[in-house]
Each structure stands twice: as structure tokens, then as C-alpha cells.
Nanobody
Framework: QVQLVESGGGLVQAGGSLRLSCAASGRSAYNSAMGWFRQAPGKEREFVATITASGGSTLSADSVKGRFTMSRDNAKNTVYLQMNSLKPEDTAVYYC??????????????????WGQGTQVTVSS
């Protein structure tokens, strides 16, 4: 059974940094584009960033551009989200997701086949 397991969330002050990790177990995720999404209380899940299967191209939401960076290490079956200059409005549960056997990333949550359980990120002001 393939699973995505996120880690690295926590409580941080505004202006601080966190690095989220998402490890794929059960099979290699090297041939899957990946994405990060987030959901704040009372809000819909929103796109954060996506990366191609090779890791050669990324795309970020305007709200995090210049602050968040998505990367991947296919040898470790792991993707990362480096989050800098965090703001209180970044507070949310962050989810990683995989597009099974699709090499191109996507901003649309319904185009992802597999989701992690989520990790909480809380930014205090």
C-alpha cells in the first residue's frame, strides 16, 4: 500500500521558517509529479506548490511566491516545502499529494490521486 507521510509542521513565530517533508513509502514516487496544498479552518483547500516528476520545474501560488520553495529528492522518495518569512495567514494543515504516473504538476487538487494525512503549521503573530 502506497502512503505519503508528511512531517515538519509545528508552531513558529511570524517571520520564522519551517521545512515540511513528504516521504512516499511502498513504491518509488520518482515517476509522479507532486504537490503541496493547505487548508485553513473554515476555508477550502488551496494550492501551494507543485513540482514535476523530474524536479526540473516548479510552480508556486502567488501568495507564497518568493517565500516558499518546493523541491524533491527522488533517491529518497521525498519532497520538501521550505517555508520562509512565514505569516499568520500561512496557518493551515498542509497536505502533500501525488499524481500517479503523471510527470507534469498541477494546481488542481482533483488531479491528484494520493494524499498524505496532513501536518499542522501554526504561525503566531
Amino acid at each position: 500500500q502506497v502512503q505519503l507521510v508528511e512531517s515538519g509542521g509545528g508552531l513558529v513565530q511570524a517571520g520564522g521558517s519551517l521545512r515540511l517533508s513528504c516521504a512516499a513509502s511502498g513504491r518509488s514516487a520518482y515517476n509522479s509529479a507532486m504537490g503541496w496544498f493547505r487548508q485553513a479552518p473554515g476555508k477550502e483547500r488551496e494550492f501551494v506548490a507543485t513540482i514535476t516528476a523530474s524536479g526540473g520545474s516548479t510552480l508556486s501560488a502567488d501568495s507564497v511566491k518568493g517565500r516558499f520553495t518546493m523541491s524533491r529528492d527522488n533517491a529518497k522518495n521525498t519532497v520538501y516545502l521550505q517555508m520562509n518569512s512565514l505569516k499568520p495567514e500561512d496557518t493551515a494543515v498542509y497536505y502533500c499529494a501525488a499524481r500517479n504516473r503523471r510527470v507534469e504538476g498541477s494546481t488542481r487538487s482533483y488531479e491528484y490521486d494520493l494524499w498524505g494525512q496532513g501536518t499542522q503549521v501554526t504561525v503566531s503573530s
